[in-house]
T-cell receptor, first 109, second 116 residues
Framework: RKEVEQDPGPFNVPEGATVAFNCTYS??????FFWYRQDCRKEPKLLMS???SGNEDGRFTAQLNRASQYISLLIRDSKLSDSATYLC??????????FGAGTRLTVKP | DTGVSQNPRHKITKRGQNVTFRCDPI?????LYWYRQTLGQGPEFLTY????????KSRLLSDRFSAERPKGSFSTLEIQRTEQGDSAMYLC??????????????FGSGTRLTVV
């Protein structure tokens, strides 16, 4: 079983739509969780951290369910510029990060 | 530029040749990581250093792979006797190692290796 699993998509949505991505992780001792964004042929960049109480950053909302070992990312009012691959990332220990395979999102006009 | 720098950006090599990549982390970062990413997959952890010490190596890192960080600054990743399956993007990341997990974790632009 992979340490971090994501629905690969692709998700094709119109501008203005709301879209949600899910991620599960296998190591119950994982401490920290993140969503990264990766544009085509570019390096991954931190989108947001995920906190136990859930957190929001503008149009983006992240949720964590430790009991189910499940993380989600919700994007509201999708923009064309949101088109990218979204990587779920789990901290194994210290700063040792494990990445999911990513979910590809395409926002269409 | 104070980001993570990787060289070369692209490398095409013949099967069986050796290749070496370099990563220059953010200067105050004492942790350095190597990842490999193939098309349609997320980055896969290869190894990481705290200063000059190599603290963990993935099972993905076969005997043909070796990484060094001799003075705790830049790092090199060498692949000997390259195979076509080694074709991938090799990403380097660095972090300060303090400030909490994930803090300051920054990737370089990667080295894209093609083995022909």
């Amino acid at each position: 079983r992979k340490e971090v699993e994501q629905d690969p998509g692709p998700f094709n949505v119109p501008e203005g739509a709301t879209v949600a991505f899910n991620c599960t992780y296998s190591n119950s001792a994982s401490q920290s969780f993140f969503w990264y964004r990766q544009d085509c042929r570019k390096e991954p960049k931190l989108l947001m951290s995920v906190y136990s109480s859930g957190n929001e950053d503008g149009r983006f909302t992240a949720q964590l369910n430790r009991a189910s070992q499940y993380i989600s990312l919700l994007i509201r009012d999708s923009k064309l510029s949101d088109s990218a691959t979204y990587l779920c990332v789990v901290n194994k220990y210290n700063n040792d990060m494990r990445f999911g395979a990513g979910t590809r999102l395409t926002v269409k006009p | 530029d104070t980001g993570v720098s990787q060289n070369p950006r692209h490398k095409i090599t013949k099967r069986g040749q050796n290749v070496t990549f370099r990563c220059d982390p953010i200067s105050e970062h004492n942790r350095l990581y190597w990842y490999r990413q193939t098309l349609g997959q997320g980055p896969e952890f290869l190894t990481y250093f705290q200063n000059e010490a190599q603290l963990e190596k993935s099972r993905l890192l076969s005997d043909r792979f070796s990484a060094e960080r001799p003075k705790g600054s830049f790092s090199t990743l060498e692949i000997q006797r390259t195979e076509q399956g080694d074709s991938a993007m090799y990403l380097c990341a660095s972090s300060p190692g303090t400030g909490g997990a994930g803090y300051g974790y920054t990737f370089g632009s990667g080295t894209r290796l093609t083995v022909v």
